[in-house]
């Protein structure tokens, strides 16, 4: 989830603890244990300050290790060993109990939309990713924001909070069998299907698709239920080209190929160098692919720059790569 979406989690379960006596009865503790739901809702994002360094060292970082299952653990214990230094005679253990939850929350909800995490590192580096939540979904935000509303207004902190998280586990419900309907459409609509990735919008009954088969990659959106398909691409594996095979050894594709599950490839030459092209095909945008890996060769296949991330114009692009125009 977002930044925003993750402290108003925090908020949520610094007001949910007030349901454990040992919280409700302490107000040093229910102090501390808000400050370390807050700190613990934002521990395992603490890789995104790998983007100072550049986006092949995030894409590839990015919710792996400090969303695995070791972090379930040593996130609690750095968070809780900090507040104990501030906050001395409060009780260890309901502490460390409510920042576990907190980190815990993070990771969990994190795997339910299309980036996902590697949740479960150190045993394996496979992606897992739902597709059934927006990385900013703005019913479980506003769905917060009124409760912490709420709570302003006199409610119980801990029961307001219960109500609203047991109405989201019905929403989870929800957005599962939306996604169950579209998967089964698809299948009635394209045949030889092989994977199905589903990335959900900000519109409730709106979803990015993309589709693999046999032969074919189909790129469309679900819209009230509907089927459209986009973009066709010819399935063609990779080739033995020696552009790509000296591309992937540049850091950028080389993180992108590591994180991306569907995409088309391409190789283009012009007088003076080769440029190697792969698209990420989940994140259409106004006809507009954002999400690549470029890299630029001479004609002796020496890297001569590179780039990977987000980008939303050739423009922008060129720029990126500053040194060889196209």
Known sequence: MDTGTHIVMGVALGSLATLDPAVAHDPGLAQAVLVGALAGSQA??????LKLK?????????????????ALFIWPLLITGALVYFYPNV?????????????????FVDIFNAYGTQALRPFTKKWIAFGVINTFDPTIFALHLAGIGVIFLGAHPGYTFLTIYIVLAGYYVVRFRQQAAIKKAIYQQIPHVEQIITVPT???REWHLAVTTKDYFYVGRAKNGTIHILDTFKKC??????????????????????????YRWEVNEYNDHYEVRFTDLRYRSKGYYPFVAVVQLDLDFNIVSSY?????????????????PS
């Open 237 to 262: 594996p990779i080739p033995s080209h020696p552009a790509i095979e000296a591309a992937k050894k540049d850091e950028n594709l080389s993180a992108f190929l590591s994180f991306s599950p569907v």
């Open 202 to 204: 900000l519109r409730f």
């Open 54 to 70: 550049n986006n092949a060292k995030y894409i590839r970082n990015h919710r792996g290790i400090t969303h695995s299952i070791p």
């Open 308 to 324: 990977t991330g987000w980008i939303f114009s050739e423009g922008k692009l060129r720029k990126k790569l500053e040194l060889i």
């Open 91 to 107: 009780n260890v253990f309901h502490l460390w109990l409510w920042i576990s939850l907190a980190v815990c929350l993070h990771v």
């Open 44 to 49: 395992p994002d603490l890789d995104t300050i």
